[in-house]
């Protein structure tokens, strides 16, 4: 089993930008592939990113792509999200996520096996 906490979230204004991270402990986290969900208020929760357990491949939903960088440190156990160019619309608890499955199947709620508690991000206007 994986333990996922996350940190970095706070306010920020629009146009601003904010590092989350994501530490892992137990289990083995380098095999498994990660990625980030959001959920707002009275919003269902939605698939952010997702990056493979080698690093080699990245998936973004597409209202970030250009802003948004996922990334992992696995010699840190440590999954991390830059996000650039916030947006009220960002505003969100992110939540980490790690799977056995493919990431490019990670978007699906259903296929994340272990999530982190989230951490709030907002974005001021």
């Known amino acids: 089993q994986v333990r996922l906490v996350e940190s970095g979230g706070g306010l920020v204004q629009s146009g601003g930008s904010l590092r989350l991270s994501c530490a892992a402990s137990?289990?083995?986290?380098?095999?498994?592939?990660t990625g980030w969900f959001r959920q707002a208020p009275g919003k269902e929760r939605e698939f952010v990113a997702a990056i493979g357990w080698n690093t080699a491949s990245t998936y973004y939903t597409d209202s970030v792509k250009g802003r948004f960088t996922i990334s992992r440190d696995n010699a840190k156990n440590t999954l991390y999200l830059q996000m650039n160019s916030l947006k009220p619309e960002d505003a969100a608890v992110y939540y980490c996520?790690?799977?056995?499955?493919?990431?490019?199947?990670?978007?699906?709620?259903?296929?994340?096996?272990?999530w982190g508690q989230g951490t709030q991000v907002t974005v001021s206007s």
């Open positions: 137990r289990g083995t986290f380098s095999t498994y592939n």
């Open positions: 996520a790690a799977s056995g499955h493919p990431p490019q199947v990670m978007n699906l709620i259903r296929n994340v096996d272990y």
